[in-house]
């Protein structure tokens, strides 16, 4: 198994930032693309930004310019930095890995909480 370890979230104001990381772990993996998705209170979970191997990203166009996303590959880790905060962007933020022990397979973490309140 691969386990994901979700931080870094929390309750900021709007126009505020955050960073959240996810670290995963386990025996014998490896790691295709890092990503988060968020899923808000009566809608679908969406994708919000993923990194490959390579270091190509993409981003819901909703965040594009404010939030950003990288991966220590070292670490086996993936953070967003996210600024400008919005309350739109109130959710639960998932971590998601596309990895291969036996075969590949994605991979969730739990989820960590953002709110954007004032």
């Known amino acids: 198994q691969v386990q994901l370890v979700e931080s870094g979230g929390g309750l900021v104001q709007p126009g505020g930032s955050l960073r959240l990381s996810c670290a995963a772990s386990?025996?014998?993996?490896?790691?295709?693309?890092m990503g988060w998705f968020r899923q808000a209170p009566g809608k679908e979970r969406e994708l919000v930004a993923r990194i490959t191997n390579e270091g190509n990203t993409n981003y819901a166009d909703s965040v594009k310019g404010r939030f950003t996303i990288s991966r220590d590959n070292a670490k086996n880790t993936v953070y967003l930095q996210m600024n400008t905060l919005q309350s739109e962007d109130t959710a639960v933020y998932y971590c998601h890995v596309y990895a291969r022990l036996s075969a590949w397979s994605n991979y969730w973490g739990k989820g960590t909480q953002v709110t954007v309140a004032s």
């Open positions: 386990g025996s014998s993996f490896s790691i295709a693309t």
